[in-house]
């Protein structure tokens, strides 16, 4: 795709998921990257891999966990000259802990998801998006979640932390309306990533049974469609999608 070539894209929780199939599919359009995940080993060898099949495609990997507001306020001025003007933020990082119903949520599940998934993106918007409002050009895509506008039962403090997303995305929609900045908010189902697998601690038996019985979404399928939405003509905002696994 023309319209992303050497956009410079950077992406939240790369080192899995979603995260991961996005970098892929961006580098494919020929956008260079900046990825970004706790998990820094496993973004280098993402950038391996990335570099053999793409060589024109720059990519800088940075340690980065986005509940370190102190680091994430660095981060813009800590990225090297040719990576500091972002176009396209993917928030993506992002988490579940357990399945546990209000009355027994812990308070270690709570700051994780809260600080991850709401307070987390809220910091890397906040430093991303002066940069984009002084170039008067970028595109911030926030990762949802049909929870965003759902609830389930032992799902609450997620889905808090998603309708807060969508809360967000919302706004800076209408904050940003009068400037060329777009704002995406891409609302998945359920997609088989590690994103069970880090529910459940690890218990990738109990995380499979997750999925079992029906065809679940992929990093792909969810990376496809940010592509779709990241590579329109700048015109066109595309505020929102939702995709829904099908069950059969
Ligand atoms: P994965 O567990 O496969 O990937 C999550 C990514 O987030 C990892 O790269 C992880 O990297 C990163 N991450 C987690 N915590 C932090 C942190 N504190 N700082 C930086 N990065 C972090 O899950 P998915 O790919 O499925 O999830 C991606 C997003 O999609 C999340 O926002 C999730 O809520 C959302 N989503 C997922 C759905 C699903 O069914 N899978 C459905 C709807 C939305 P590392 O551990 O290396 O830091
Ligand atoms: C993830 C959707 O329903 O698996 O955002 O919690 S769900």
Known sequence: MRRLERKIVLITGASAGIGEACAKEFAAAGSNLILTARRVDRLERLKSDLSKKYPQVRIHTLQLDVRDKTNVDKLVPGLPSEFKEVDILVNNAGLVIGLDKINDVTDDAIDTMIDTNVKGLIYVTRAILPGMKERQRGHIINIGSVSGTQVYPGGGIYCASKHAVNAISRTLLLE???????????????????????????????????????NPLTGEDIAETIIFAASRPDHVNIAGMFLQEIII
């Open 176 to 214: 940003l309306v009068d400037t060329p900045i777009r704002v995406t908010e891409i609302n998945p189902g359920m997609v088989e990533t590690e994103f069970s697998i880090v529910r459940f601690k690890g218990d990738k038996e109990k995380a499979g049974k997750v999925y079992q019985g029906f």
